[in-house]
């Protein structure tokens, strides 16, 4: 077999994007959050479907922001019970426990990696009083959020669309665009890039307002309503007036630069991704005896080539072929997340015997997919399947 180099993500900043890098850094006199990441959130705003958008420093802390600015818009208090799937990545739930809420675990299914829905109908009849679901659209999966709002219709639904630009709901709109609060990332190993940053959208105005002040350490200046706090806090100096607490999770004006250059390529990049991911299911159904095929529809937007080993064996033979042909692999995400050892004291809700996130745990493995990808390294992981 030849080696490909088949990594994760190759560099994904074109000579275009660098030169209007360095043509910004040029002439520009401005580097941090200014008018070029206003433009961004607005053609990011259209370009999702979602009425406003917040750019900040990473996906994670985008996560954080969110949830903190909805504890305190919503009136929620410490202890309050959040929904979280078992398999995300780590900093969906980090923010629930440092913000002093009581993550709720689920299993999640193999279809779509999102919560276990006979699972979610356990939890409804047992903690009828949470309060917030932080719904993850795992790898690229959109999840079934239309049966979470029948099961817990009075509790906030929020979306982390980390890894997922472009997936869609049921009626062909983006998933994050009607959504009180979606976060996405733009790591360097993602749709897109402005090497680390995300994004926070929303169509409710007053939580957009609340995040803009807790962006910039509760500034009152931030707020498109600052000359109503002037008006009530008289005795107060407007450049340094905080009304909320808040953090620095700005980002700057040339990473706006490359989002906007990057931003341009998106729709192609997820056209590419998919269609990679179509010979891939083509593939693993070829040798479905040796693998559990999640599934496919045109409401996917691929960040991953998941394979769902029938067995452990299986798993780590595919490994070391993997590593000895230069391709680089994954676990599914964080796993088990349970299994980490800073959740070690948590549990999963759950009556069934086995769990679906335990299996993904032991036989998950991905490998990457984007707009790189092409035949060459589809017939070689055809060839290696085929050993098995």
Partial sequence: MSNLNWPLMKDNLTL???VKMASFCLFSNRFTNGPKV????????????????LYVSSGSTANYLLLSSIKELY???????????????????GPV????????FCDINLQNFSFCEEDLEYIAEKHPDIKLIFVTHLIGYPANRNKYFELFPNAILLDDVCESHGCKNFDGTKVGSDSLGSTFSFYFGHHISTIEGGMISTNNYDLYDLMRMKRSHGLARESEKFQTYIDKYPEIS?????????????????CAVLGMSQLKRL?????????NYSKFI??????????TVPEYDNRVSNFCFPILCKGKQISHFLKKEFDKNGIEHRPIIGGNLLRQP????????TKKEKLNVDFIHDNGIYLGNNHFIGDKEIELLDSILEQL
Avoid: C
């Fill in 75 to 93: 009136g929620l208090k410490d202890g309050d019970k959040v929904l979280v799937p078992a398999d995300t990545w780590v900093t969906n739930i």
């Fill in 238 to 254: 407007k450049q340094f007036m905080f009304v909320t607490d808040g953090y620095n999770f700005r980002n700057t004006e040339l």
């Fill in 282 to 291: 083509s593939l693993i159904k070829k040798y479905s005896k040796n693998f």
């Fill in 267 to 275: 729709d192609k990049y997820i056209e590419r991704r998919n269609k």
């Fill in 342 to 349: 800073f959740l070690k004291g948590y549990d999963i809700e």
């Fill in 16 to 18: 275009s994007d660098r």
């Fill in 97 to 104: 426990i440092q913000l002093g809420f009581t993550p709720i």
């Fill in 38 to 53: 206003r433009q961004f959130e607005s053609k990011w705003s259209e370009w999702l479907g979602s009425k406003h958008s």
